[in-house]
């Protein structure tokens, strides 16, 4: 489990959260990942900490999925007994912290926790495969209520949002890949279709407008997405398996899919089921 902003990486193990510094910033200028209490590797633990609210141990416990804002300032984490917990990050003469701004309980485990880029939203999805937003306001100082957005009629199992283009992209078990309006995702654009199984997981790759999807069974689809969606269109760039490369996984199922973009090389991991 972990969460990528601008300026570092943040790992959740069982109740703790640990972080590695990305690229050079004011606190770190050699970019060495130096800050806080740290190792040779760059690891850091200490920086910046977080300040759990007082019930988090009395529940017992752990950290089921989390998420930080794309600027930092923001961090999001869900525990195996429904709470949401989202943490804002202060900074002061002591060093930087993540104290609590708001807490709340979701109906269902939540699965999925994402910041849109201009950090003004926290979406989620849940086991029910449900996708909810909270809307934050530029100051902190308000947090609106729980709002579900967006269900299928089949089980939701990934989702993106591109709040510039006011799109949310979602995938399910249905072989589909909808693409609706952000926030307003009862507004249908189009289907994307080319799937044969059900769709697991997807990477967005906003550098060249590229979209990677994955089915359980590891047929991976690329996807232009600079073009407008509207309809149903069944073209994409290039289809293949990872299981024409991978034989050691020939009998597992494809669970995640996570990417990045690397001197214009995509870059991609797979976990599978075994």
């Known amino acids: 489990m972990l969460g990528i902003s601008n300026d570092y990486v943040v790992f959740a193990g069982k109740s703790g959260v640990y972080f590695r510094t990305l690229s050079a910033s004011p606190s770190d200028p050699s970019g060495n990942g130096e800050t806080g209490t740290s190792n040779s590797n760059g690891a850091t633990t200490s920086y910046p900490s977080v300040v759990f609210p007082e019930d988090w141990k009395a529940k017992n416990c752990h950290i089921e999925c989390i998420s930080v804002s794309t600027n930092g300032k923001l ?5 195996s007994l429904h709470g949401l917990a989202m943490f804002e990050r202060r900074d002061g003469s002591e060093g930087s912290k993540f104290v609590p701004l708001f807490t709340g309980t979701s109906e269902k ?91 697991i997981s997807m990477v967005l790759i906003e550098q060249n407008g590229y979209l990677l999807s994955t089915s359980v069974f590891g047929s991976v689809i690329l996807w232009d997405f600079n073009k407008p969606v509207s309809g149903t269109t069944t073209e994409f760039l290039t289809k293949w398996n990872f299981k024409e490369f991978l034989a050691d996984i020939a009998n597992e199922e494809i669970t995640l899919m996570k990417g990045c973009v690397n001197e214009n090389v995509i870059l991609l991991s797979v976990t599978c089921g075994g």
């Open 75 to 79: 961090l999001a984490i869900a525990d």
């Open 109 to 199: 485990r939540i699965i999925k926790l994402q910041f849109t880029d201009d950090s003004q939203y926290l979406t989620y999805l849940d086991k029910q495969g449900d996708i909810f937003a909270i809307r934050i306001s530029t100051d902190h100082q308000h947090i609106s209520k729980m709002k579900k957005i967006m269900g299928h009629t089949s089980f939701i199992s990934d989702f993106i949002t591109r709040v510039q283009n006011q799109q949310i992209i979602s995938c399910d078990r249905d072989e589909k890949i909808r693409v609706s309006k952000f926030p307003d995702a009862f507004i249908i654009q189009g289907f994307k279709l080319g799937h044969t199984e059900s769709v």
